[in-house]
């Protein structure tokens, strides 16, 4: 039998994109940052110049991928909206639908034929695998991402999770942690369910994570005021919902915040967007420590299968995760200048992997990053 061809649309009017949200079926695959919320408040906060490319069977949309587009020097780039902000991305598919890089060719075509202006799309740090189905667009050449994504698996057990690694020292951690906190006028675990808690974690997380990036010499990218608003209504939005995309969680030591994590959530699996925590005497007792201990626990008593870290390496990841999974970049080239923009991508992401997966010499790197931007 004949596969039925599937048809290309770019969809740009706002309008247009809310109405095409609303007609998929909850069926559908999506990473936590490519779904209705993150796109529609990414581009009303932060950048207005964001697309729809999609694949339809029918008057369905079969694959659904959002984009921005930003100037990068002399080039202009389509990339998943939220730069940095989004990872473990993934693109909207429909389960009951293959798509083919042939399907994909036809995709980057007619978005040619509509925004000529744009070279390249760039869509970085990309998972495989998500709900157990597969990404359409690593049919495409890509390439890993100089960062992995780390993860556990919760087999709804607490103490199976915690006998993968030092059990013992953690439960012991755990009840030194209880007491300090007891001590220092008891503590609670908060979930925001209003825009008022939402706002008052975020305040607390952007305030600490500015001093913390200052120190490191990193750019803070979360500063612009526009992405604070984003966050912040993202947030809000999800406020108190019986099963929320986007959650916050805190922290709270003798009426303060010590620790705040931001949390979203696919069909399976949980992802840990970002945590921070309050530089202050509380700091020898590890309260962001403290708060991935009782996260880990509470998602163990749910049905999700998966709680991941996300992107990036760290020791207190390390400290937990039996899952390792490499994400990956693919880019397409629309112009001649596309091209070369995308050969130094691939030179400088060979670059920054080489740099990250030589202990010593990434360890030396993130020194000198410290001394010679942050201020100490």
Same mark, same amino acid.
């Given at each position: 039998m004949t596969r039925p061809r599937l048809d290309a649309k770019i969809i740009a009017e706002p309008g247009?994109? +809310?109405?095409?949200?609303?007609?998929?079926?909850?069926?559908?695959?999506?990473?936590?940052?490519?779904?209705?919320?993150?796109?529609?408040?990414?581009?009303?906060?932060?950048?207005? =110049? /964001?697309?729809?490319? /999609?694949?339809?069977a029918g008057e369905t949309a079969v694959f659904v991928l959002p984009l921005e587009i930003n100037q990068i020097g002399p080039c202009r780039i389509a990339a998943y909206p939220g730069g940095p902000h989004a990872n473990c991305n993934f693109p909207g598919v429909s389960p009951a639908h293959q798509i083919t890089s042939d399907d994909l060719k036809r995709l980057f075509d007619a978005l040619h034929r509509v925004r000529a202006d744009i070279d390249l799309i760039s869509l970085e740090r990309q998972l495989p695998t998500l709900d157990g189905y597969e990404n359409?667009?690593?049919?495409?050449?890509?390439?890993?991402? +100089?960062?992995?994504s780390l993860a556990i698996t919760l087999d709804r057990n607490f103490q199976t999770v915690l006998e993968r690694h030092n059990a013992k020292r953690k439960w012991k951690k755990y009840r030194n942690t209880v007491r300090k906190f007891e001590e220092a006028g008891g503590y609670r675990i908060v979930t925001a369910t209003t825009s008022g808690e939402t706002d008052a974690m975020l305040e607390n997380y952007l305030t600490n994570k500015a001093v913390k990036f200052a120190k490191s010499g990193i750019r803070n990218t979360f500063e612009p005021q526009t992405i604070q608003s984003f966050f912040k209504e993202l947030f809000a939005r999800h406020a108190g919902k019986v099963n929320p995309l986007f959650q916050l969680k805190?922290?709270?030591? +003798?009426?303060?915040?010590?620790?705040?994590?931001?949390?979203?959530? +696919?069909?399976?699996?949980?992802?840990?967007d970002f945590i921070g925590i309050t530089e202050d005497a509380l700091n020898n007792a590890s309260p962001g420590e403290f708060l991935f201990f009782?996260?880990?626990?509470?998602?163990?008593?749910?049905?999700?299968?998966?709680?991941?870290?996300?992107?990036? =390496?760290?020791?207190?990841?390390?400290?937990?995760?039996d899952l390792e999974t490499a994400v990956y970049d693919t880019q397409i080239s629309l112009t001649g200048r596309g091209k070369a923009y995308a050969g130094y991508l691939v030179t400088r992401g060979k670059l920054v992997r080489g740099i990250k997966k030589n202990e010593r010499l990434w360890t030396a790197v993130k020194k000198m990053r410290s001394r010679l931007l942050g201020r100490n």
């Open positions: 247009e994109t +809310a109405e095409l949200w609303q007609s998929l079926p909850e069926t559908h695959v999506f990473g936590p940052a490519q779904t209705s919320d993150w796109f529609s408040l990414w581009q009303s906060n932060v950048n207005r =110049d /964001c697309l729809l490319a /999609c694949l339809y359409p667009l690593l049919q495409l050449p890509s390439r890993e991402n +100089a960062n992995i805190a922290l709270e030591v +003798a009426g303060q915040y010590r620790s705040v994590l931001g949390k979203s959530w +696919a069909k399976s699996q949980t992802f840990i009782e996260d880990i626990r509470d998602s163990c008593q749910t049905s999700l299968s998966v709680y991941s870290f996300g992107v990036g =390496d760290e020791p207190y990841k390390r400290s937990w995760c």
